[in-house]
């Protein structure tokens, strides 16, 4: 049986090569060839999946040489057989890509592009909320785990198993596995958070607050968060440019012990005149990131309402938070501080106003160098519509983001490298198993964040969960 297989997948190999033709009396050009997705000239980590794409043309054949790998195919769809992409990347830092078409008769080279290979691996696995760009309905809401390494993935929380209501999306603390959280709103629902495999269902909300937590992040020992309350309002332009603005009405920050279930508060930041959201701890533990904006009349003044970048000192030995707010940038509307977990870079996002950038084309992401405060525009990153919703790669080599860039309405994950002088390079979609993957789903892909190992826990799991009673908090 073994020699049976061996050569019947030799015929079918013979077969395929016998079907698929050479590029025979070739003519140059000097474009680079119509791919999609843009992959031309990207820096890529060693352990990301094949970069599978295809040609905006209608060809008959395809021939692409990567480096020492020759791919041929019939149609205008390139895909690389994982074990010889692995090698291929194991064993190259820098590969020279030439496409070659067939079209009409006739074969067409066009102008080699090359994918830098960096050692700085990404981390593995990647989540996500898959969801459709609307305004009213989540039907068919999931939390996604994806193998950046290969195309595995799994849900961590979907609709139907989820008493039919919506979720926020999944965060990690320090890129950590095995502490994660996310929370599942309405009836029954609760924060979910992740500690070692342990599911725990948390009422993270008291009476005085106008909200459960919305937004939040760890701190670097796992046993504080920091969240915000939000009463959040969709609303609906006039000017047929714009398709919603989304904004709170009310929104302040706190901090909560998970040991001993205690919310943690300050005067400083749930102010009655100020919008206070968007919290994260610095990687030592020492700060809250948040971004405040002074009370504006809504919506009436809604392009008045600015966000600033501001931070107040926190002391995890003792559970408390400081009492003077530092601001730390106040140029345009910040939302969404992610520091890199080595402390060196602090990546935001920018938009004219408001607080909801991916309804914004104009949003972009900056980059703070906390050691000389120097900005860094990140215009080799950021493209003409909404690129926000970030986070890190645990070594703080990588960055993933949600972009619009393609049709202003699909938000889909990017990967951009910065190197080890701050620089950043030109950013790659994640890749798919099918080259036409992107032209035929009707999801975003909101909030991607990254973790070191795979999320030890399930859909299943949290519907579980969710039949229990929640925790309470004081």
Partial sequence: MKYLHTFLTLITLLTLFACTPTPLKVTKSEALPPIYPDYADVTIPVNIAPLNFLVRDDIEAVQV????????????????????????????????????????????????????????????????????????????????????????????????????????????????????MM???????????????????????????????????????????????????????????????????????????????RIIRSPLLSDSLTFETFPTFSPDGKYIYYCAAKHVELPMELKQLQYALVRIPFDEKTGTIGNKVDTIFN???????????????????????????????????????????????????????????????????????????????YGKPYFCYIDRNGKPHKPFVLPQESPTFYDETLKSFNAPELSKGNIPFDAVDVEQLLKQEAEPFH
Avoid at 129 to 144: G, M, S
Avoid at 251 to 257: E, G, K, L, M, Q
Avoid at 378 to 384: A, H, L, Q
Wanted: glycine share 6%; hydrophobic share 30%.
């Fill in 183 to 261: 929370y599942v709103r309405g009836p029954k629902g609760g924060a979910v958070l992740n500690q070692n495999g342990k599911l725990r269902k948390l009422a993270i909300k008291t009476s005085d607050m106008i909200s459960g937590s919305v937004y939040y992040g760890f701190s670097p020992s796992g046993r504080y968060i920091t969240f915000s309350t939000n009463i959040i309002i969709p609303a609906f332009h006039s000017n047929p440019g714009k398709r919603l603005e989304v904004y709170d009405t009310k929104s302040d920050v706190y901090a909560a012990d998970l040991q001993e279930n």
């Fill in 331 to 409: 140029k345009r509307s910040v939302c969404h501080p992610r520091i890199s977990p080595d402390g060196r870079y602090l990546v935001y996002t920018v938009a004219d106003y408001g607080t909801f950038p991916i309804w914004h084309q104009e949003s972009d992401l900056q980059m703070m160098d906390l050691k000389t405060g120097r900005i860094d525009t990140m215009k080799v990153v950021n493209s003409p519509r909404s690129d926000t919703y970030h986070s890190w790669s645990s070594n703080s080599r990588w960055l993933v983001f949600a972009s619009k860039r393609d049709n202003g309405l």
């Fill in 65 to 180: 040489t990567a480096g020492q790998l020759t791919v041929n195919a019939n149609g205008n769809e390139v895909c690389f057989d994982e074990d010889d992409w692995r090698e291929l990347l194991e064993s190259n830092h820098d590969i020279e890509v030439t496409v070659t078409t067939l079209k009409d008769g006739r074969w067409t080279e066009y102008r080699s592009f090359h994918w830098q290979v960096v050692k700085d691996k990404v981390d593995p696995f990647l989540t996500y909320r898959l969801i459709e760009p609307d305004y009213e309905v989540w039907n068919n809401l999931q939390i996604i785990q994806r193998c950046v390494e290969d195309f595995e993935e799994k849900a961590l929380c979907d609709y139907h198993l989820a008493n039919n209501q919506c979720m926020n999306c999944h965060a990690t603390g320090s890129q950590n596995p095995n502490l994660s």
